[in-house]
């Protein structure tokens, strides 16, 4: 489903160099991302989700060569085929939590809400347990229910890959794992592949496969 071979990467301004031979992953694998920080863990999820383009080398999604599309292709092809889960959430705060989970098909014209879509949405948070707080605002959840909202966001679009960026980092050592386990059972329910940078070394053993940074080469800056 992902395979990513012989990537440069670089921020010259930062003094920051990547080089990843080779990562691939399959339909329905669960990756861990592992690594110091500063590594390049997220830098390898922007490549994924063609927010960054690799210097040289390739980054294929399913049968897409990501790295020969141009910028608008490549925003539709995020919009159709990732969906992510940060570490902050990343929820717009002055919407509702359905408005949340809707808002991929509000800002991308790759998609197209529809009524079977916003029952989707509906479906999604209730089997994630914030059905009833769907008229709620960020600020008026707690930190699992608002991760809950973004793990909603992020399947609604169905996205072949699912990428999680330290997705469990700000949550209580409880809720980690319980926010894992939902992010898998959705992701599995499309047979998604997910690619998740984790410090929570406790939760390892869920994955599939564990990909370490430090087996990379990389440059960091002094
Ligand atoms: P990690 O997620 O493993 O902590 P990152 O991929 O965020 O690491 O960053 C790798 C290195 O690149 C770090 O040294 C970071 O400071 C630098 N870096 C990250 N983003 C940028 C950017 N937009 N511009 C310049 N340097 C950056
Ligand atoms: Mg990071």
Not at 158 to 169: S, Y
Request: aromatic letters at 6%.
């Amino acid at each position: 489903m992902i395979s990513l071979q012989d990537i440069s990467f670089a921020y010259p301004s930062a003094g920051f160099r990547l080089e990843i031979p080779r990562l691939a992953a399959a339909s329905g694998e669960r990756l861990a991302v592992v690594g110091p920080s500063g590594s390049g863990k997220t830098t390898l999820l922007s490549l994924v989700a063609g927010i960054l383009v690799p210097f040289s080398g390739s980054v294929r999604v399913g049968d897409v060569e990501v790295h020969t599309l141009g910028d608008v292709a490549r925003r539709d092809f995020r919009a159709r085929t990732i969906g992510s889960v940060f570490q902050d959430f990343g929820l717009v705060e002055y919407l509702s939590a359905r408005d949340n989970i809707l808002h991929p098909y509000r800002i991308s014209g790759a998609l197209t809400l529809d009524g079977a879509t916003r029952k989707r949405a509906e479906d999604l948070a209730w089997r994630a347990g914030i059905g009833a707080k769907l008229g709620h605002r960020p600020g008026a959840l707690s930190h699992g229910e608002k991760q809950r909202v973004a793990i909603c966001r992020a399947l609604l679009t169905r996205p072949p890959v699912v990428l999680a960026d330290e997705a469990t980092g700000n949550l209580d050592p409880e809720t980690k794992g319980v926010i894992l386990d939902l992010l898998f059972s959705c992701a599995e329910a499309e047979n998604a592949t997910v690619l998740a940078v984790t410090h929570d070394h406790d939760l390892l053993d869920r994955f599939d496969r564990v990909v370490d940074f430090r087996s990379f080469r990389q440059t960091m800056p002094a």
